[in-house]
């Protein structure tokens, strides 16, 4: 077949589509298509249009042996598996493991799915068993897991819980070098959808920071270094007193992680003289907030800026003694406008509240302390504004205290060692938001531990991505700063384990075989490749041959 060129009597040339055939072994041509005069760039454009038809009709013919009926989950589990072996929870595990020959099941491969699927779409136990591991790349979790083994592997990490924290403590740790460890320490409480307390020690009714009054809890002691990584917890009862946990916190700190110097940093919540004397009592140092409003008539110079020496604008320190602890009181221009627009709000709604045509009783303001400080007249049933109380508060605007027993580090340093408690605030906010430790579903303590167990694995692998974050953003804003450019976006770990979610695995099935083909890894998921120092996987995956199915027996036979 081939294109002929044919002139007319006119002289007018034209295209013909002509094709060869034999006739009793002779050669004979016949014309197919008339293709249209010749011209320039004629003969081009139809080998285009050609070409393209061709294109579409292999292209339709590869289609017809293609199947795609579903995505899995890929960029999570990537993360979390460098994360795994670059940690030590993998060294772990397998030590663990060691210890119980006739387990039957991969303990590792069932955690990591537990742990990955947190970082997807926390939930159950039971409801990702029944739908969770259908949405993961199957290549990295177990194709093979019973419901009882995901509850087998929590009572494990339940029995090896203190040999756990320690192993992810010390991993990649040089005991000879560290000489100082700050500790952050805080307490927070996780609920259950329940209000049974006969099921174990743990579950009771307890103060709660959530406000759930109507559930029962578990009162969370969790430790974390200034760079926000947990380093270890314990679970109390829900009906647990603050300043009781120290004891077991400070022993773990002591004996279990063996830190000779330790500096433990904890909000004005645990401030007593019993907590103190518990610190000082195991050789620890500790900088603790200070409530200081009570002390204006007997230490009047703690409000006193003329004692105070500025350290940088806005901001003005002075030291002194609390009996035989050193004292820090800060200033700062920040925490005096804060200070000031909370006082300025409730007097608002004070003066509201008495300009209502229904005047308010004595009753209606005792029940609000903020409120009583402010108001006179209620024994006698006409409550109004006191000024002097309220010029009273005002002159203890911005003022801070710290209470410390450090001698040999500077009140600068102690003060933003101090400040780093927010990290033990924000890894609470991933524990009970990203990771969504609570509500907790597990009745039995050890199961209920065992699931905190699980969950501070998961906090540790989110904390180290949260790090990279931060020092990926610190280099960012260095760079900004140098071009006189402000870069207003804060990734998240959060908000990258999001668009991890979205980096899938394809199974596409050419054929007699599959191949697994992932989605493009751009942008945020692309950086936290790079930073965490992970490979980006090859466009295909792996291959393997479609399972063909058999004829059974007795219908071959039929």
Sequence with gaps: MYIRVTKNSAGQAYYHLVESYRVQGKVRQRTLLSLGRVEDGKLEELASAISKHLDLMSAMEIAKSIAVESTYVLGPLLVVEALFEKLGIDETLAKISAKHPKLGFSLRDIVFTMCAARFVRATSKLAMYEGMRERLYPALVPNEVELHQLYRA??????????????????????????????????TTLRFESIRED???LRRFGFSKEKRTDCTQV???????????????????????????????????????R????????????????????????????????????????????????????????????????????????????RAERDRNVREDILKKIQKRL???????????????????????????????DESKVAQA???????????????????????????????EDTFGELKGTLKARPIFHWRDHRIVGHLAMCFIALLCEAHVTKTLRARRSARDSKAIQADIIDPRALTAATVFHELAELRAVPVSIGRQT????????????????ALGLRIPQRVLNAQPNVVAQTPPDLAMA
Excluded at 156 to 163: G, I, P, R, V
Excluded at 355 to 379: I, R
Excluded at 519 to 527: P, Q, S
Aim: proline letters at 2%; a neutral charge; glycine letters at 8%.
């Design 219 to 257: 009162v969370l002691g969790l430790m974390v270094d200034t760079d926000g990584i947990p380093l270890g917890f314990e679970v109390y009862p829900g009906n647990t007193v603050e300043g009781k946990t120290l004891t077991d916190i400070i022993q773990k700190i002591r004996h279990k992680f």
């Design 259 to 334: 830190v000779r110097r330790f500096i433990f940093v904890a909000d004005r919540g645990l401030l007593s003289e019993a907590n103190l004397n518990t610190i000082r009592n195991a050789e620890g140092e500790f900088i603790v907030g200070m409530r200081i409003g009570g002390l204006a008539k007997k230490r009047p110079e703690l409000f006193d800026r003329a004692n105070f020496t500025a350290l940088w604008e806005g901001f003005e320190i002075f030291e002194t003694t609390f009996g035989e602890d050193r004292g820090l009181v800060t200033w700062s221009a920040e």
């Design 394 to 424: 005002a002159r203890k605007d911005g003022f801070f205290a710290l209470v410390t027993n450090i001698r040999d580090i500077t009140a600068q340093t102690l003060y933003q060692q101090y400040k780093q408690l927010w990290r033990i």
């Design 199 to 201: 099921m174990g020690e």
């Design 515 to 530: 191949l697994w083909v992932r989605t493009d890894i751009t942008g945020n998921v692309a950086d936290l490749f790079r």
């Design 154 to 187: 929590l009572d494990l990490l339940n029995a090896h819980k203190d040999e756990l924290e320690k192993s992810l403590f010390f991993h990649g740790r040089d005991l000879f070098s560290v000489d100082v460890d700050v500790v952050l320490y805080d307490l």
């Design 355 to 385: 300009a209502s045509k229904k005047k308010p009783s004595a009753k209606t303001f005792v029940s609000n302390s903020n409120y009583v400080f402010f108001l006179k007249g209620l024994d006698s049933g006409t409550p109004c504004i």
